[in-house]
Every structure is written in structure tokens, then in C-alpha cells.
């Protein structure tokens, strides 16, 4: 028997829907709208995933105006060398080769932010006079920022500590054999430093053998204003 002529657009609406229905089983409802699109002339525009934002030394958002950014990670062991990054100018690193066990400190000036000197003191078998020569003459307004590596407190003396106290730092007085440390101060500070994390070395909680794990630390330091006179 032959199909009528509305019965047979009604046969053929049906298989239509039909078809339809199966290709968003099967291939979801973006396939099913390419489909469409397909169907219909019409192309489909996609907007491009644009790359995450990247701040100064990773940090994830931007300092305010007249601010430094920085990022610190001590030492993971005796294996791995500390890094310190100023406004996203890496001041010391492994890669760089100017990092070596003990304390990896950066002078900035706190005014223009302009780095002014990087060295590195053995804690282990150098000696603390080395130190006490480098922090004893240090200007008003020097930024010093400090990553440990391997073993930053054997060689320590009570003036060495009482120097960094004077920069801001409270966990010195505490800093032992092989804690991580990273620290910022300042000379002149009136108050503690907000930027310092010490890991102390316990058997208990060692992620590695020997040593605590690595400390990473950022954030942003107001320059201060020019000294008057």
C-alpha cells in the first residue's frame, strides 16, 4: 500500500527526530550541536582558554604600587639549593651557582629596590666572623632577605643572633642544626618582621632523612621612602 502525502512527512519527520536523538546519545550535547550547526550552514566558534595570568616570582596576584615582590625557598636537604627572587629577578639559585650551605643572603636597598650584594656563609665549618662583618655596617633601610640551606645555625654566636633580632627576626633565637629558615628583615625595623617560617629539625617529623622539609614563602614589601637629609 502506497503512503499518502501527509503520512508519509510525518514518516519522514519522525526519522529525522530519530536521528537526531541518537547522535546526542552518542556523541552529548556538543556533538549534537555541531550536528545542528552542521545542518544548519552555521559554523561553531569557540573561545580560546587564554593561559593563566603570571605574576613577579609566581606569586599568585600582583603587589600594589611601590611594592617588591619576592619568593623564598630554602633548601630541601643538603641536595637541593635554595632560591630567593626579588620582583621577579632570581638572585640566587642553584642555577645561577651562587648559592652553597649555610645562609644565602640578598641585600636589597629598600628605597629603589635595587640589589645591592649577595654572599653566602658557611654555618658549618666557616667562620661567624665572615657574618658579623657583613651585618654589622649595614645602612638604614637595608632590605635583607635570607634562605638556609643544609645546616644555617651551628656556627651561630650570640652576636650573630642579637644582629638578626635587630633586623626583625624572632625565630633566631631558636634556629638549630639543620632547621629550614627563610627570613626577611629590614635595618631600622621598629617592629618584628611578618615575613619569616623556620622548620625545626625533629626525627619525628623529618620529611628527609636528616632534615625537615623545604620552606616557601612570598609576598610583597613596601618600599619606604627616601630618607630625609
Request: aromatic share 8%; glycine share 8%.
Amino acid at each position: 500500500m502506497r503512503l499518502t502525502g501527509p503520512l508519509r512527512a510525518v514518516v519522514v519527520l519522525l526519522l529525522v527526530g530519530l536521528t537526531w536523538l541518537l547522535a546526542s546519545s552518542l556523541f552529548g550535547g556538543e556533538s549534537a550541536s555541531s550536528v545542528r550547526h552542521f545542518f544548519s550552514g552555521t559554523s561553531v566558534e569557540t573561545t580560546p582558554e587564554l593561559p593563566p595570568r603570571r605574576y613577579k616570582c609566581g606569586l599568585s596576584a600582583p603587589c600594589p604600587p611601590k611594592h617588591l615582590a619576592f619568593r623564598l625557598v630554602s633548601g630541601a636537604a643538603n641536595v637541593i639549593g635554595p632560591k630567593i627572587c626579588v620582583e621577579d629577578k632570581m638572585l640566587l639559585s642553584s642555577v645561577k651557582n651562587n648559592v652553597g650551605r649555610g645562609l644565602n643572603v640578598a641585600l636589597v636597598n629598600g628605597v629603589t629596590g635595587e640589589l645591592l650584594e649577595t654572599k653566602t656563609f658557611d654555618m658549618w665549618a666557616g667562620d661567624v666572623s665572615d657574618l658579623l662583618k657583613f651585618l654589622r655596617p649595614l645602612h638604614e633601610g637595608t632590605l635583607v632577605f635570607v634562605a638556609s640551606f643544609d645546616d644555617a645555625a651551628t656556627k651561630m654566636n650570640d652576636e650573630s643572633r642579637r644582629l638578626f633580632e635587630e633586623l626583625g627576626s624572632t625565630a633566631i633565637k631558636e634556629l638549630a642544626f639543620r632547621d629550614s629558615w627563610v627570613f626577611v628583615g629590614a635595618k631600622g625595623i621598629e617592629n618584628k618582621s611578618p615575613f619569616e617560617q623556620r622548620m625545626k629539625n625533629s626525627k619525628s617529623s623529618n620529611k628527609y632523612e636528616g632534615w625537615p622539609e623545604s620552606l616557601e614563602m612570598d609576598g610583597c614589601i613596601p618600599l619606604r621612602p627616601p630618607l630625609e637629609g
